[in-house]
């Protein structure tokens, strides 16, 4: 089943700016991840945070937690072209598989 | 391998034929898992493999689904009598032992049944 919702689903702006998106979910969760997609690809793993942490940082990538809202969000700083992809969240309910959103399609403008 | 293999990358095929897709985890790899990807959606869970332990099949959409993995490396997805409502791109990802680490995906197979 679908967990993950992201939010807005679609985002465009030019390169430079910060591109922010976020993630709602359901059911309680072990952790959650963050994909990349890039047209006519498979996902690229980009960060991973566990339930018991709040914010992770990885390169130019800033993820958020918060179990009590039951969203995430994931800013992305100082866009760049090759950015532009669909970038997926997905929860581990602590069954045998993720669960992933519909996916959030950002471009960004050179 | 250096990354998730999958073939073939594209096939069309004809309703009702059978269609054999591949995949090739990373060595060491555990874990495996097959997903599907309609047009514009999310991904869709078919099957999950973890060592020798039996599959957990509870996303195969009908009983025309299949999937084995031999020698707990290669893997294979069979569509039997295939449909039109089969048309997806079938994504493969392999992991260490599970959902504690991330996904490493191949780059798909494009499955257009006409």
């Known amino acids: 089943s679908q967990q993950g919702e992201e939010d807005p689903q679609a985002l465009s702006i030019q390169e430079g700016e910060n591109a922010t998106m976020n993630c709602s979910y359901k059911?309680?969760?072990?952790?959650l991840q963050w994909y990349r997609q890039n047209s006519g690809r498979g996902l690229v793993h980009l960060i991973l945070i566990r339930s018991n942490e709040r914010e992770k940082h990885s390169g130019r990538l800033r993820v958020t937690l918060d179990t009590s809202k039951k969203s995430s969000s994931l800013l992305i700083t100082a866009s760049r072209a090759a950015d532009t992809a669909s970038y997926f969240c997905?929860?581990?309910?602590?069954?045998?598989?993720?669960?992933f959103g519909k996916g959030n399609q950002v471009v960004v403008i050179p | 391998g250096a990354g998730v293999s999958q073939s073939p990358s594209n096939k069309v095929t004809e309703k009702g034929k059978d269609v054999e897709l591949r995949c090739d985890p990373i060595s060491g790899h555990t874990a495996l898992y097959w997903y599907r990807q309609s047009l514009g959606q999310g991904l869709e869970f078919l099957i999950y493999f973890q060592g020798n332990s039996a599959p957990d099949k509870s996303g195969l959409p009908s009983d025309r689904f299949s999937a084995e993995r031999t020698g707990g490396s290669v893997s294979t997805l069979t569509i039997q009598r295939t449909q039109q409502e089969d048309s997806a791109v079938y994504l493969c990802a392999s992991s260490w032992t599970g959902n504690s680490y991330g996904y490493t995906f191949g780059s798909g197979t494009r499955l257009t049944v006409v």
């Open positions: 997905a929860t581990d309910e602590g069954n045998n598989r993720l669960a």
């Open positions: 059911t309680s969760i072990n952790n």
